[in-house]
C-alpha cells in the first residue's frame, strides 16, 4: 500500500521535471512545502512505522506462542487480532500527523523528489518530533529483536530435544519436525538481521541531526533508502525461503554437513 501511494507521487514528480513543492498546491519552492510535499513526508513517516508496530506484534505472537503455551491459548483470541491491525494504523496515524499540526516540520530533500520530517538544522519544536520518532522506532527495533532472539532460541531448544524422544526407530520420524524447526529459525534470523541492519540507519541520523547539528542531506537520503529497502526485501526473503524448493535445498546442505 506504501508503494502504491507513494511511487506515483515520484513518477509525476520526473515526468514533469518539477519539485514535490512545486508540483502540488501551495508550495513555492524548498524552504516552503506544499501539499503534496506534506502528504508525502506523513507517508513516509506512516509507512516507516506502522509496519513495525505490526513486525513486533508478530515478534510477540511468536515468543508467546513458543515460550508461553497456556497464556497464549488462553488469552490471544481471534478477535484481538483482527482489531490489532487497525488500532496499529489508527495509533501511527496519530502520532505521524503531529508534523502537519506544528510539532515537526515536513521538508523537501534533495533531489526534490522526496519529503520527510527535518531531521536537523532548527530548534527544539521543529527537531522534537524525529527524535521521537527515531526513539520509539529505537524501542521497536530493541523488541523485535528481543522477541526474535527468544523465539529462536525456543525453536533451537526444540529442535535439539526432538531427536532424543523415543527409540531409536523413532528417529527419522522425529527429523521432520526437526528441520521444520531449523526452516522457521533460519528465517527468522534472517528477517531480524535485515530488518535492524535496515532501521538503524535513519535512527543514527535523526539523533545525529537533533544533537550533533549534522547536516548531511545524501546522508539522510541514503538512511530513508535502507528503510525503503527493508520493506521491499522482507517480503521476498520470507516468500522465497518459505518455498518446498528452498526448504528441501536446505535439508539436503544440512544433512550433508
Known amino acids: 500500500l506504501g508503494k502504491c501511494l507513494i511511487s506515483p507521487i515520484v513518477l509525476a514528480a520526473y515526468a514533469y521535471n518539477r519539485s ?48 508461553h503455551p497456556y497464556f497464549y491459548r488462553r488469552h490471544l483470541t481471534r ?12 495509533l501511527c496515524a496519530l502520532f505521524c500527523a503531529l508534523p502537519l499540526l ?12 522526496w519529503c520527510f520530517i527535518r531531521m536537523a538544522g532548527g530548534g527544539p519544536r521543529e527537531l522534537g518530533f524525529p527524535v521521537l520518532y527515531a526513539g520509539l522506532m529505537g524501542l521497536l527495533v530493541v523488541a523485535i529483536g528481543a522477541c526474535n532472539v527468544s523465539s529462536m532460541r525456543h525453536l533451537y531448544g526444540m529442535a535439539r530435544r526432538q531427536p532424543r524422544r523415543g527409540a531409536p526407530h523413532s528417529a527419522a520420524a522425529a527429523a521432520a519436525p526437526r528441520m521444520e524447526e531449523l526452516d522457521h529459525l533460519v528465517l527468522l534470523g534472517l528477517m531480524t538481521v535485515l530488518f535492524t541492519v535496515c532501521s538503524l ?20 537520503l541514503s538512511a530513508l533508502r535502507f528503510l525503503s529497502v527493508n520493506s521491499i526485501v522482507d517480503p521476498w526473503v520470507f516468500i522465497i525461503f518459505r518455498t518446498s524448493v528452498f526448504r528441501s535445498f536446505f535439508r539436503r546442505v544440512c544433512r550433508r554437513l
Open 79 to 90: 478477535r484481538l487480532g483482527v482489531t490489532l491491525g487497525p488500532a496499529a494504523g489508527g
Open 201 to 220: 540507519p535513519l535512527i543514527i541520523r535523526a539523533y545525529m541531526g537533533a544533537f550533533a547539528a549534522d547536516i548531511n542531506e545524501n546522508a539522510d
Open 102 to 113: 506544528g510539532f515537526g516540520v515536513p521538508m523537501q530533500y534533495c533531489p526534490g523528489t
Open 20 to 67: 514535490l513543492s512545486e508540483l502540488g498546491p501551495g508550495g513555492r519552492g524548498e524552504d516552503e512545502p506544499g501539499v503534496l510535499c506534506q502528504l508525502f513526508a506523513f507517508l513516509m513517516a506512516f509507512f516507516g512505522l506502522a509496519p513495525t508496530l505490526l513486525l513486533l506484534a508478530m515478534a510477540l505472537e511468536c515468543w508467546l506462542s513458543l515460550g
